[in-house]
């Protein structure tokens, strides 16, 4: 399986070589453009890797909150669960994380082939994993519904940044 995902990897860094090959005639080294395509390629794949890290852990702790009603595992002796007043919570901000961030991916791969992987693009990224991570400990581990929207404000508007960006470049390209 890791073979195929650095075939992935591969056939992204060929296309992104080609889409930044000098214009008439200039010529870069080879190991240069490699070089210079992997570095921005994973200033926008930590962010979204940032993100997918806490999706994975939003999924463990799905899993271990819903553990004591499933398999008994870590029941109370009265037989009632632990984190019952967890679960949902931890469900619904799951629930989330597939609503907002796909517009993120979106733009990060825009940004990505674009070769718009300035520092705003990646400040605008992390600002959004920044803000993903704080939105999901305020809905799981308070009822803080006025703080919850004020963090997730600044989600929407990183990503609306990054789209901001992507509308800039199309629209000097025109």
């Not at 921005?40 to 994975?56: D, E, K, S, Y």
């Not at 600002?127 to 400990?137: I, K, N, S």
Request: proline share 4%.
């Amino acid at each position: 399986m890791a073979a195929r995902h650095r075939g992935v990897i591969r056939v992204l860094l060929r296309y992104a070589y080609a889409s930044r090959r000098p214009a008439q005639g200039g010529s870069t080294p080879a190991l240069g453009r490699t070089h210079e395509a992997l570095l921005m390629l994973q200033q926008l794949i930590f962010p979204m890797l940032a993100h997918v890290l806490l999706t994975a852990s939003l999924y463990s702790l799905l899993t271990i909150a819903r553990a004591p009603a499933v398999w008994g595992i870590g029941r109370r002796s009265d037989g009632s669960n632990p984190f019952a007043r967890f679960e949902p919570r931890i469900s619904a901000n799951l629930s989330n994380q597939f609503e907002w961030p796909l517009l993120f991916y979106a733009a990060c791969i825009l940004l990505h082939l674009l070769g718009a992987t300035g520092r705003l693009s990646i400040y605008f990224a992390w600002l959004f994993v920044v803000g993903r991570v704080a939105h999901t400990c305020i809905q799981v581990f308070t009822a803080n519904v006025r703080l919850r929207g004020a963090v997730f404000t600044v989600n929407f508007l990183a990503v609306i940044g990054m789209w901001a960006v992507i509308l800039r470049l199309a629209l000097s390209a025109a």
